[in-house]
């Protein structure tokens, strides 16, 4: 097995069935072999290659987060006291643990890092960054961006 960091040799077929999973990942096998013009078997083991080799890192559900409460977003840039590698390495591993915090981007800029927090409303962000983001190791400052609204979003 391969590190998932380095990098997959990919044939067209390859190619076929990561743009088929990456639009639908409950696809029967049968149905992505007969899209992707292989056989089953073949289709199967391809599959399991790209999980096998960490290309396909798993599949999930894919919720509407207005549904279940969740539509308040908040881009919120981090600055650190401390950018040493320890440091960095301390805030990485706490900010993991805040379920509100949906992607966390180091950046290269005049803030260290980049938070997509979601929550149902500001009255509970507020609560997250001054609980919970503020406490993080290292924080020197922050400073919010909040969505007034969703123009397109991916999952991947």
Known sequence: MKNASS???LDEFDRKILAILGRDGRITFTELALQVGLSKTPCQQRVKRL????????????VDP???GLDHVAFTEVKLSDTREDALKQFNTAVRQIPE????????SSFDYL???????????????G???SSLPHVASTSTFVAMETICETAR
């Open 7 to 9: 990098t997959v040799e």
């Open 51 to 62: 999980v096998d080799s960490g290309l396909i890192t798993g599949f999930r559900a894919i």
């Open 66 to 68: 207005a549904k279940v």
């Open 101 to 108: 915090v949906e992607e966390c981007h180091m950046i290269a």
């Open 115 to 129: 938070l997509k927090v979601r929550t149902p409303d500001i009255r509970r962000y507020r609560i997250v960054l």
């Open 131 to 133: 609980e919970k983001i």
